[in-house]
């Protein structure tokens, strides 16, 4: 199975800030790479897929990049309603696997 | 649009079963899979399984095999999760989601409670 390693778990950043999750696949998966975004109660939405194709409708301050086996996600510019969980999710074989995720929170 | 709208919160004793259901619209059904993804109470995402709604095909994740069925009716665009021998740490909200090479649309989620 292929493991993937999200960090950091958790951490804060102010409005305005320039933020970066990274993802580390145990082994190499092309660009098989999605992210998430989940607040509290709501339903995962996904930020990028293909490691670096912005879904349609969110903003451009949302990007990601890598292949093989580094994966970054970047917040160019904090808004308020960015504060959430973030996760990765490998789909270049099964069992499909997600990062642990990552918790921002305000500073 | 695409939706996936799931079945309604349940609540199971140990031992017991749970089916949900997720109907699909606004594509065309069997073109994709389906995943099926689980989150305990202040946890991450977890995924337990992937079912193709072309032919039935199914992958399920190690530690639920034995446990877990997934099926789907074409005629009706539903996919079904069906989860056996309950246990607490099987209380959590259970999704849906569309997954062809990749997850894309998520149904609304289904609170599992699994209580005595």
Redesign the interface.
Known sequence: DIQMTQSPSAMSASVGDRVTITCRASQGISNYLAWFQQKPGKVPKRLIYAASSLQSGVPSRFSGSGSGTEFTLTISSLQPEDFATYYCLQHNSYPRTFGQGTKLEIK | QVQLVQSGAEVKKPGASVKVSCKASGYTFTSYGI?W?RQAPGQ????M??ISAYNGNT?Y??KLQGRVTMTTDTSTSTAYMELRSLRSDDTAVY?CAR?Q????Y????TLVTVSS
């Open positions: 995943s993804v991450g995402l977890e995924w399984g992937w992958n994740a190690q999704y997954d090479e990749g997850i894309d998520w149904g609304q989620g």
